[in-house]
């Protein structure tokens, strides 16, 4: 394998334009590069059975989705990335749409993951699956009350709702996909309770959703499943529990990864991501992670798999990127902060 030399000199040129905070890393020419959205402790352990198993040599530089993503876009030709891995299907959707991903032509793909779980232009296939749902306090909301997301509109919610920012992709995905399934003009309404029925302005993130509930400030709201998982596992005496929309209401999101339009081992790289939806590599997300496998032959978390199945919908996870300008929009005119 064979690393572009023209990096060097680009890397420092588009880490100084950025305002990078670290040095940039020099890539070995026989090593394979993921630019990853996903923390070092979720991934780095699949990547070191995966060197164990092939021999294969990964380095990998971590960073949020959208700075990758211009990472990329400034790189062009020159970029030492085979691969890009990030969270949401939003931000695979604009990758694709930016153009810095490949078509990829891989059985192996095709038979592992489902159809609405990759690009249909199959630019980007899921890795592993998380659901966003309610999650409310044990101890003072009965589930049988729990709807879908539309019911937390209702005024019997009122004062007792707390959600993440509407800043966060995973609000705007879930928003897109409400948009598809009930039109803008519902949505919007919808939303707009959520915003009357806030107990407080909305937390920076779903363990301070979790937290609040458990503290009494609020009793039901919305995160995705994995932060749950992480959170009963340092804190398993919280009373919390969660709830998933029924009849196919519940809204799915994954992560997921696509091979760089100028992937200088773009072979290798399509090993490594065949790989990573084989069930031994399935289970390994699971178990770090508490996320839903993408293949239907890997084995569940016990864990996630004692929270129950979620019945989720099969469209295609691209909708969650091709609405999200309206989704964002509409949240502004709701007032939804």
Known sequence: MKRSKAWGVLGVAVGAALGWMVAV???????LVVYTARKEHMIKPLFDAYTAKTGVKIQFLSDNAEPLLMKLQTEGSSTPADLLMTVDAGNLWRAAKEGVLAPIESAVLEKNVAPHLRD????WFALSQRARVMVYATDRVKPEPLKDYADLADPKWKGKLCLRSSKKIYNQSLVAL????HGEAKTETMVQGWVTNLAEPPAADDTKVMEAIAAGQCDVGVVNTYYYGLLMDKKPNLKLALHFPPNGGTHLNISGAGVTKHAPHPAE???LLEWLTTPEAQRMFADLNFEYPVNPAAPMNDKVKSWGTPSGDQRNMSLAGELQEKAVKLMDRAGYK
């Not at 249909?120 to 630019?123: E, R, S």
């Not at 409400?178 to 399934?181: A, E, N, P």
Request: net charge negative; glycine share 6%.
């Open 120 to 123: 249909p232009g199959k630019q």
């Open 269 to 271: 790289a399509i090993k």
């Open 25 to 31: 890393p020099a890539w070995a020419e026989d090593e």
């Open 178 to 181: 409400l948009i598809d399934q």
